[in-house]
C-alpha cells in the first residue's frame, strides 16, 4: 500500500499544515505498516508557471510535432498523474492564501487535468481512493465570523477533489493559526489553542481511518 503526499506551505520551520500532515502520515503509517509515501512538495519544489498553458496548447498537436518545451510540458504532467494513479491514499497539505487556494496548488491541479487521466467527466485515475485534505487558515473565517465567507480556498479544493477527481475526503481544518504572530489576534489565545488541539485530535483520527481503510480494502 502507498500513500501520496504532497505539501503546499511556503514555510518548513513553523507550518501547520506540514505538523498537522505529519499526524496524519505518522497514523497512517501505524494503521498501515510496512506501506510506502511518495511525497510532492510544492512549496519547495513549485510547479512552473508556464507548464500548464504548454501542456494545453501541447494536445491538440501531432506528437511529432510538438516542441520541446510542449514535449516537456505533457511529461511533467503525465508524471503528476503517474504519482496519483499508483497511490492507494492521498494526503494533501495546502494553507490558504490571501483567501484564495495556494499559486502553487491550483498550478499543480490545472497541470494534472491536462492529463487524458483526469479529465473532468471521466472516471479518473483517483476515482474511488480515500484521502485527507489539511488546510489551514491565519484568522477564523467561520460562520458568525467578521470575516465570514472570506475562505474562497475550501470550497474549491473540495469540488476539485470529491467531484472532480473523485476521491473519498476528508477534510481537517485549523483556523487562527497567526495568533502568537499577529498581535491583533491576541485576545483569541485560548480560543486558537482549543482549536489546535481539536485539529490535532481529527488529523490523528483521520490518519488511522486512513490506513485502516486500505487494510479493510
Not at 458568525?144 to 467531484?163: F, N, Q, S
Amino acid at each position: 500500500m502507498s500513500l501520496f503526499r504532497l505539501d503546499a506551505s511556503i514555510r518548513v520551520d513553523g507550518s501547520t499544515s506540514r505538523a498537522l500532515a505529519d499526524l496524519v502520515e505518522d497514523n497512517w503509517s501505524k494503521a498501515a505498516p510496512g506501506s510506502s509515501v511518495t511525497r510532492r512538495d510544492l512549496g519547495l519544489d513549485p510547479i512552473p508557471g508556464d507548464a500548464w498553458p504548454t501542456a494545453v496548447t501541447a494536445w491538440p498537436a501531432p506528437e511529432a510535432g510538438r516542441t520541446a518545451p510542449q514535449r516537456s510540458a505533457v511529461d511533467l504532467a503525465s508524471s503528476l498523474v503517474d504519482e496519483l494513479a499508483g497511490a492507494d491514499a492521498y494526503l494533501f497539505a495546502v494553507p490558504l492564501y490571501n483567501f484564495g487556494v495556494s499559486q502553487h496548488f491550483k498550478t499543480y491541479v490545472d497541470l494534472v487535468m491536462t492529463d487524458p487521466r483526469m479529465a473532468p467527466d471521466t472516471a479518473s485515475a483517483t476515482s474511488g481512493k480515500p484521502g485527507v485534505l489539511v488546510t489551514v487558515q491565519g484568522g477564523n473565517y467561520s460562520p458568525g465570523t467578521p470575516k465570514e465567507g472570506w475562505d474562497h480556498a475550501t470550497a474549491w479544493m473540495r469540488r476539485i477533489l470529491e467531484d472532480v477527481w473523485h476521491v473519498e475526503l476528508d477534510v481537517v481544518t485549523c483556523e487562527f493559526t497567526l495568533v502568537g504572530v499577529n498581535p491583533a489576534l491576541d485576545a483569541f489565545t485560548d480560543l486558537a489553542d482549543r482549536i489546535r488541539t481539536d485539529a490535532e485530535h481529527q488529523a490523528r483520527e483521520r490518519g488511522r481511518a486512513l490506513g485502516s481503510h486500505r487494510v479493510a480494502a
